[in-house]
């Protein structure tokens, strides 16, 4: 199956001379989906995981339904003060300002093996602090599984330490 046929690409979203990919329209076609979160996990087969980790807010999507394919826990990484117990948390850089990550204090146990999931890689940003989030934790990162990488932002170059896996890129569009 091409699962790039099922991404909708919005010119111009959501600023001038971005090309948004739109995975909205993978989530609605039960069988893309489907085969999506297969290959995700196929990925995986022969490695020892204790937990998926998704970022929100797509990453929650695919996080999830590639914790239940692989009959493991899911953990998810939100925006600042939207946890209800006790975090810890992990600021970084955007293009204008700053933003923060916070993961539970005790969603994870020191050494666990988790995947990172997330539905796009573009500067990588979210995704490293995710992770420095998730190393502060304890957390052994053992892979990193998105739906899409834009090659050309640099953030997938950014990853290559934790093993990004990627269905689809987008180059030069």
């Given at each position: 199956m091409d699962l790039k046929t099922k991404i909708r690409?919005?010119?111009?979203?959501?600023?001038?001379?971005?090309?948004?990919?739109?995975?909205?329209?993978?989530?609605?076609?039960?069988?893309a989906l489907d085969y999506a979160i297969e290959q995700?996990?196929?990925?995986?087969?022969?490695?020892?995981?204790?937990?998926?980790?998704?970022?929100?807010?797509?990453?929650f999507i695919f996080g999830a339904l590639l914790a239940k394919k692989m009959d493991v826990g899911f953990v998810p990484i939100r925006k600042k003060g939207k946890l209800p117990a006790e975090t810890i948390s992990e600021t970084y850089d955007l293009e204008y300002g700053t933003d923060t990550v916070e993961i539970h204090k005790d969603a994870l146990k020191?050494?666990?093996?988790?995947?990172v999931a997330d539905d796009l890689v573009a500067t990588g940003g979210?995704?490293?602090a995710s992770i420095k989030l998730l190393e502060k934790v304890g957390a052994n990162i053992v892979g990193v599984s998105c739906?899409?990488?834009?090659?050309?932002?640099?953030?997938?170059?950014?990853?290559?330490?934790?093993?990004?896996?990627?269905?689809?890129?987008?180059?030069?569009?």
């Open positions: 690409t919005v010119p111009n979203f959501p600023k001038e001379g971005i090309m948004f990919r739109d995975v909205t329209t993978l989530l609605t076609d039960p069988c995700m996990a196929k990925q995986y087969i022969d490695v020892v995981i204790d937990k998926i980790v998704g970022i929100e807010a797509r990453g020191q050494g666990d093996k988790v995947v979210t995704l490293l739906v899409i990488d834009l090659p050309d932002l640099g953030g997938s170059k950014k990853l290559e330490k934790y093993k990004p896996h990627f269905l689809m890129s987008f180059e030069g569009e």
